[in-house]
């Protein structure tokens, strides 16, 4: 049986809240390609970084969710996730958060948290 490798840093959520600015510049874009989304899905993949999708019964949405599994970068066993009644526009949310709302720059600017309760 394998075991999760655990760094000093540990397993870390990312709570990323859109704001009203970023929710509107989200919507102004417009409805993405399936095509576009799978790019950005196959981007992170390739840059280590795990995918999954979960259905939540609870709120009636799907959840999508990106952990960083790269051990030499600074959001290594962090995750982001997102929200919505498909599981298309979850995944599209999720990775407006990373690729455009954070960007580049470390994960650990947002609120992070290890309650996952």
Known sequence: MSKKKQTSTGWRFININLTAEQKAAYKANGEREPQSIIDDMVYLL???????????PENDMFIASVTCKDEESPNYQATVTARHQTPLLATDVLLYKILEVIGSSEWDFAETTDDWG
Do not use: Q, V
């Open 46 to 56: 390739e840059t280590r970084h795990k995918m999954s999708w979960s259905y939540s």
